[in-house]
Structure formats: structure tokens, C-alpha cells
């Protein structure tokens, strides 16, 4: 008789392309399967929190946090053409914004303090910003000096018609275009406006100061941004600048404002505290998709990854190091997060997820693949959000599904699961530890919430001063079958009609909402067991689950799911919540196993009850 303990799932679930590397020290804390449940930092395996119904919106929506204080933190839901906001689960204002649901993937922000800045490469960016609890106002960027560039070849000349007022500028080529008018101008290192376009080779300026002289010039510039040119693709804030990172024309630039002057892209004579103004120049496509401040200002690019150091960050101090050459999606804005000091991006492979970590021995970043070992679970990232409080990952995936990635690298754990719902989930955010989704269910946008103390998804709560059958309220569950606690037990599922269900028996307090199953199943035998591939019979005699605070178990030995009887499990579930049971499980069974890729159990529900798997210890017997 052999006896295997598995103690550990911090290897999170394994791709199937890796069950013949049993070498792997991954292999010994892995599993095949595992839905809907997260990985404990401690090693064990629990059920996930259920998803609390907070809205239902009108279509398309962007998730973006909002922290205002320790106190206010709020949640923005951008959707076409407008946005809402929310603070503990509770509406608060709303308005109208220029956005359309195509420019939603594409909507980068950042902020600072009390304003959130959107941008997108064909809208004037804006600004949202708080001015009361109930008060939101958005407003187009005050420019103090846009940043110029010289589109047209250096030949083409520029003669002013005088030096002061309305100044009519003649051009040696055709440069000038309708969309020019209202839009910023630099004659000679002197700024001002175009006022209005005559002609493609004509148009009228306004300089700021009187003119030099009236002389014929090739030192021009227009502005860099614009319905002509297209608008910033990124923006983060970074030692007291605003970084601006692409746009539409030019999209691998970089400009950084004024230090302490936001809106003030001026150069200048390139003084130390002045705007900063360059281009990454390399052997391949390098276009901006994201700018992000940490330890180094990093650009994340289509075709990799860069370094802008500097301490401070001056026109003369300023270096640009390419890193390493990963490459970011193109079709969406996927903002990298902070964890733990390091940036996690996804990768334009839409396969993978790295890790940007500087090492001081190398002193410069690497980019390691955090999903090398389950690169089954991620496809096509669309959102990530990151809740430091449990060390969770979620990302959002394409195909509507979620996975989570358990990350705590002081002990070693980098473990995959992937939750799934009845709907697809679209966006992800997270707001002071409190984790927000969008999900798509029968054709209609809701925005939910996990909450521990739920155990269902879109579910809502009640409670009532007496015993009542009928619970009201679920409109968004019309036509569903739904499953319910009442008084903390489990009742039979009930068909929502006219936004109500009738209990069999009545209850003081209830949760109603779809419920989702679990699964937890371990390697192959031949892996987990250290047995050789070989289809030799197993015969599995008794498995030990070490469960902690579980209330409902339902165990596969070979023979389909059965719900294990606890010790003191003497009570009706619809006359008192189960009790949750702390210990061993152990079960017994009989039979030989002959197909060596089948676990040698597993267990799945539905119940919405909670379940902790701490560790499974098997007993088997191999024969030749």
C-alpha cells in the first residue's frame, strides 16, 4: 500500500501541456482542475465569494477606481457616452461625457488628487473632476502650452506678413489644413494661435509677443496634438511631470510637462525644471500603449519594454534604456498594475503574463512569465485588477472567463484558478480592497461585486423584523432559476416571477441568486504519486480530506459526486444552518483504475455553502 499526502495547492492548476513534466517541482502543489475556487497563500483551496448585484447598465462599460481619501473611494462606470459613479455599492452621481462604446477599450486615465484625466488618441482628452460628494464636472484639459512638432519636411519655410497682431503666414509648401484653425503654433520659439486657414499654403496667427522680425524661417513647429494629428494615447504622473505617451501620429513619443505645471509642455531652453520632449528610436515598431511610474518611469510599447531614468528627470539627465522586448496588446488598453513593487503587463501575445521586476544585480528589468505553468487560462487579457489585502490577481479574459492568480512570492506561490459564472464576465476593477465586476448575463450588463459573505452570484440580501415567505426585489433575476439561503440554510431553487420568489417555509433573513459550481481535482496518479505512465491498475482504497470550516462537501471516488455526512450533521438544513465541520474526512471505496490519466477523486457542487480543503491524503494499492 502506498500513502501519498498532498499538503499543498500553491502550484495553483497546470496546463495539460505539462502533465508529462513530473520533474517539474510545480507537479508536487499543482492540480488538473480548478474551478471557481482560490488559492490560499496558506496553500489551501477554498470556495470563492459569491457576486453581490450592485447595478444593471445600459451597455458596454469601463471600470476605473476612483480614491478620493482613506474614507471616499469611489468606482467610475464609464459607458457610451456617459458615466456613473458609485460609492459603497450605492449610486451617487452620474453625467455625460464625449466618449463613444468604441472608444471604450481603448480610454486610458490617471490621476491626481481630486481629477481623473481620460484620454483616448481620438478625443480631446478631459478631465473628471470631484467637486462634492454628489458633485462631478467634466471639462476639456487647460492647456497652458500643448506640445509642438514639425510634421512637414525641414525645407518648408514660413514668411510672417508682420510681427505683432493678426499676422498672415505664407508657407513654401503645402502644410496647412482646416482643422489647423484654433490650434497652437511656434514661430521662431514664439507661441501663439492660427487663428484661421485661407488656404493650404495661407493662414493667419496670432503670436503671443511681437515677432522678431518678418523674415522667411524654417524654425516652425504645430502643435503635436489635435483633431488633425489625433489626441494622447497614455498619461501617468511621474516625479511631479505629466507624462503623456503616443498619440494617434506620433505614437512613439514621449512628453513630459513642466515639473509642478502640469498642463505646460513648453520647453523652453531646455532647463532643468522645463518640458522634456523625445522619441523611442529603435530597430522595430515601438508605439505607446502605456506610461506607468514606479521605481523608473517605464514605457510598455508594442514591441517592448523601456526604462526612463533620471533622478530628477531634466532635460540634460534624462536616459532611455530599452529592457526587454515583450510587447503589449494593441486592440485594448490593458493598464499594468503594481504588485508588491513590480509591474504586471499583458503580454501582445495575448498568451502570457509578465512580471516587470528591476533587479539590483542586473541593475535592470526582467520580465518573467507568470503564466508559463497555465498559459491554458489566459487568452486575450482585457482588464486586471489586483486585491492586496488577499494577494489576488483577477484577470479578465476575452472569452468571458476569469482567472486569478494567487501571488505571494515570500513563500513561493504563484497559483492559477478560474472562476466562471452563469454569464461572461467583461471588466474588472478594484476599489479599496473591495473587487467590482461587469458581467454579461441573458444579453444585459450588470455591474456586481464579490462579497465574502455571499455564496451565490447577482445575488441580493434581505432581512425582515418577521418570518416572511415572499421576498421581493429581483427584477434582474426575472425568468431565473435561482438558489437561496434562508436563515444561513440551504432551501430548493425557485423560479423568479414578477421579480419575487415564495419560500416553502418562511424566513427572518435570505440570499437569493444563481448558483456556481466548484471543482477541485488533483493530477493524474502517475504524477501526483510518482507511479510510471504506464497503464498499470490502481486501486484506490481510502482518501483523507483535512477541511476547515466547511459546511458542504461533495466528493467523487470514481463513482460520481456524493455529499459527504459530517460528525454532528443531525439537523434538517431547512430547519438550521449546516454546522461547518474543522478535521478529517475520511472515505473508503472500492474498484481499480486502469486509465492513467483519471484522478483519483475530486470534488464539485453547488451547494452555496462554505468549503476549505486544507489537504488530501491518499491510500492506493498498484499491481503488475
Known amino acids: 500500500m502506498s500513502r501519498q499526502a498532498k499538503t499543498s495547492f ?60 482613506t474614507e471616499q473611494a469611489y468606482l467610475l462606470v464609464l459607458t457610451a457616452g456617459a458615466f456613473r459613479v458609485f460609492l459603497n455599492d450605492g449610486h451617487v452621481a452620474a453625467g455625460t461625457g464625449p466618449w463613444t462604446a468604441a472608444m ?32 462631478w464636472t467634466l471639462n476639456p484639459w487647460a492647456w497652458r502650452a500643448m506640445p509642438t512638432h514639425r510634421f512637414a519636411p525641414d525645407a518648408v519655410t514660413i514668411t510672417p506678413s508682420g510681427t505683432t497682431g493678426s499676422v498672415t503666414l505664407t508657407a513654401s509648401a503645402p502644410v496647412f489644413q482646416a482643422a489647423h484653425a484654433g490650434t497652437r503654433f511656434l514661430l521662431r520659439g514664439i507661441g501663439g494661435t492660427l487663428t484661421a486657414v485661407a488656404s493650404a499654403t495661407s493662414a493667419t496667427f496670432a503670436p503671443s509677443v511681437a515677432l522678431p522680425d518678418a523674415a522667411a524661417t524654417t524654425d516652425w513647429e504645430e502643435a503635436a496634438f489635435g483633431a488633425l494629428r489625433g489626441w494622447p494615447v497614455s498619461a501617468c504622473f511621474h516625479q511631479d511631470r505629466l507624462v503623456l505617451g503616443g498619440s494617434r501620429d506620433l505614437p512613439n513619443r514621449l512628453w513630459l510637462s513642466k515639473s509642478g505645471a502640469l498642463f505646460d509642455f513648453d520647453r523652453g531652453r531646455g532647463l532643468d525644471d522645463e518640458g522634456i520632449e523625445f522619441g523611442l528610436m529603435s530597430d522595430q515598431v515601438n508605439a505607446i500603449r502605456a506610461v506607468f511610474s514606479g521605481r523608473h518611469l517605464q514605457v510598455f510599447t508594442t514591441g517592448g519594454e523601456w526604462m526612463v531614468s533620471g533622478d530628477p528627470l531634466t532635460p540634460a539627465s534624462i536616459q532611455l534604456t530599452r529592457q526587454t522586448r515583450i510587447g503589449s496588446p494593441t486592440q485594448r488598453m490593458v493598464p499594468p498594475v503594481d504588485v508588491d513593487g513590480s509591474t504586471i503587463f499583458a503580454a501582445r501575445s495575448g498568451r502570457a503574463l509578465h512580471e516587470f521586476a528591476y533587479t539590483d544585480v542586473a541593475q535592470a528589468y526582467q520580465a518573467s512569465d507568470l503564466a508559463m505553468v497555465a498559459s491554458h487560462l489566459v487568452h486575450s487579457p482585457v482588464a486586471m485588477a489586483y486585491d492586496q489585502a488577499r ?7 476575452e472569452d468571458g472567463a476569469m482567472a486569478t492568480l494567487t501571488l505571494y512570492r515570500s513563500e513561493q506561490v504563484t497559483a492559477w484558478t478560474r472562476q466562471q459564472t452563469d454569464g461572461l ?27 465574502p459573505e455571499l455564496a451565490l452570484d447577482a445575488a441580493l440580501t434581505g432581512a425582515a423584523a418577521a418570518p416572511q415567505s415572499r421576498w421581493t426585489g429581483l427584477d434582474h433575476l426575472e425568468g431565473r432559476t435561482v438558489g437561496i439561503l434562508a436563515d444561513g440554510a440551504p432551501r430548493p431553487p425557485l423560479t423568479v416571477a414578477g421579480g419575487a420568489v415564495t419560500l416553502d417555509q418562511p424566513a427572518a433573513a435570505a440570499q437569493i441568486g444563481l448558483r456556481f459550481a466548484h471543482t477541485i481535482e488533483p493530477l493524474p496518479p ?17 482518501v483523507t ?50 486509465q492513467a490519466m483519471a484522478p483519483l477523486w475530486r470534488i464539485t457542487g453547488d451547494a452555496p455553502l462554505p468549503l476549505t480543503l486544507l489537504s488530501a491524503t491518499t491510500e492506493t494499492r498498484m499491481t503488475d
Not at 502533465?19 to 474551478?35: E, I, S
Not at 473587487?435 to 454579461?440: H, L
Request: with cysteine.
Open 104 to 135: 471604450l477599450p481603448q480610454l486610458a486615465h490617471t490621476q491626481s488628487a481630486d481629477t481623473l484625466l481620460l484620454l483616448h488618441p481620438d478625443m480631446a482628452p478631459v478631465a473628471l473632476t470631484r467637486t462634492s460628494h454628489t458633485t
Open 10 to 69: 500553491t502550484a495553483g492548476e497546470l496546463s495539460p501541456e505539462l502533465l508529462g513534466r513530473q520533474d517539474l517541482r510545480a507537479y508536487a502543489n499543482g492540480a488538473a482542475l480548478l474551478r471557481n475556487v482560490l488559492i490560499l497563500p496558506t496553500g489551501g483551496v477554498t470556495r470563492r465569494p459569491g457576486l453581490r448585484h450592485v447595478a444593471t447598465l445600459p451597455g458596454p462599460a469601463r471600470l476605473i477606481p476612483f480614491e478620493f481619501n
Open 391 to 397: 494577494r489576488l490577481l483577477h484577470i479578465v479574459m
Open 526 to 542: 502517475e504524477l501526483s504519486q510518482g507511479f510510471t505512465t504506464r497503464a498499470t491498475p490502481i486501486r484506490l482504497l481510502a
Open 545 to 594: 480530506f483535512r477541511l476547515l470550516d466547511t459546511a458542504a462537501l461533495d466528493a467523487d471516488l470514481g463513482r460520481g459526486p456524493k455529499p459527504v455526512a459530517f460528525r454532528r450533521l443531525d439537523t434538517p438544513m431547512l430547519d438550521a444552518p449546516p454546522p461547518r465541520f474543522s478535521g478529517d474526512v475520511r472515505l473508503t471505496t472500492l474498484g481499480w483504475r486502469r
Open 425 to 451: 464576465f467583461r471588466g474588472i476593477a478594484e476599489v479599496e480592497g473591495r473587487v467590482f465586476c461587469t458581467v454579461e448575463r441573458a444579453g444585459t450588463l450588470r455591474l456586481e461585486r464579490l462579497d
